[in-house]
């Protein structure tokens, strides 16, 4: 048996027990809040990992999205540099005819203004880029040739400097402004031009929209969906800003691109 010579020495002694007890309930309380968080943090991994996976394949699907378009569109621009070629190949072989036969030869004007019909189809079909001043150039080239103003061989080299012009817009991504018919009228607009495979337009009362080809002619549609209007808005300041390269995520419909 103890002694305790006060009652102070009793009572802590009797207080340890007590001490000890509610130590052990505090840790057990700790270690199940403990379990608790590291179950809700591994919860929260799985969560995460599983949107990672989505992100992943939805990223993986954009890419192959982004890149078969950018091999249509790609073919869309060589055939468009194949049509040039193909009208400066056979300007070539006028100009051979016209040395050949003189360079006043008249029997060489119905050639030339059979090419030059053809460049003036090729602009018609193509995006609906300035097309009645690039089609008065051409028409200019006629007239003077039909008015024996020009010989047959200074048509052919004013229709050649032509080609080469539109070579530098198949090439050129900018901005211009222009005159569209917007809903049944006339609207002066800024227009984006991505070489001459497609055509974005601003008005300016900020509403974006783009050039899409319905049959046998070229319509301008103001986008209904926002975020397609905030894509081509972050096109238009990139290109105001110089910036002509870069990876763009662009509302697209090639079958209405012709």
């Known amino acids: 048996m103890t002694i305790f010579k006060d009652s102070k020495t009793a009572m802590k002694v009797a207080f340890l027990p007590l001490m000890a007890s509610a130590s052990l309930a505090m840790a057990q309380s700790g270690d199940e809040q403990l379990i608790q968080n590291l179950i809700e943090l591994r919860g929260q991994v799985e969560d995460l990992q599983a949107e990672l996976q989505i992100m992943k394949a939805e990223h993986s699907q954009s890419m192959t999205y982004l890149n078969t378009r950018k091999t249509e569109l790609e073919a869309n621009l060589d055939r468009k540099g194949l049509q040039i070629k193909q009208s400066q190949t056979a300007l070539i072989k006028l100009q051979e005819q016209i040395k050949s036969l003189g360079a006043d030869s008249e029997q060489m004007i119905p050639d030339v203004m059979l090419y030059a019909s053809s460049i003036k189809q090729g602009i018609?079909?193509?995006?609906?880029?300035?097309?009645?001043?690039?089609?008065?150039?051409?028409?200019?080239?006629?007239?003077?040739?039909?008015?024996?103003?020009?010989?047959?061989?200074?048509?052919?080299?004013?229709?050649?400097?032509?080609?080469?012009?539109?070579?530098?817009?198949?090439?050129?991504?900018?901005?211009?402004?222009?005159?569209?018919?917007?809903?049944g009228e006339n609207v002066l607009v800024d227009v984006a031009k991505l070489g001459t495979v497609m055509m974005y337009f601003k008005t300016r009362d900020d509403l974006y929209g783009q050039a899409v080809r319905q049959g046998n002619a070229w319509q301008f549609r103001v986008f209904e969906e926002a975020s397609d209007a905030e894509a081509v808005a972050?096109?238009?300041?990139?290109?105001?800003?110089?910036?002509?390269?870069?990876?763009?995520?662009?509302?697209?419909?090639?079958?209405?691109?012709?």
């Open 234 to 258: 972050i096109l238009f300041d990139s290109l105001k800003k110089q910036i002509r390269q870069g990876l763009f995520t662009l509302p697209l419909d090639l079958k209405t691109q012709g």
């Open 124 to 183: 018609a079909y193509g995006i609906p880029f300035k097309v009645l001043e690039r089609s008065s150039v051409v028409e200019g080239i006629e007239r003077d040739l039909e008015g024996r103003k020009i010989t047959a061989q200074h048509a052919i080299n004013r229709l050649w400097a032509f080609l080469e012009d539109e070579m530098r817009l198949a090439r050129e991504n900018a901005i211009y402004s222009q005159t569209v018919e917007l809903n």
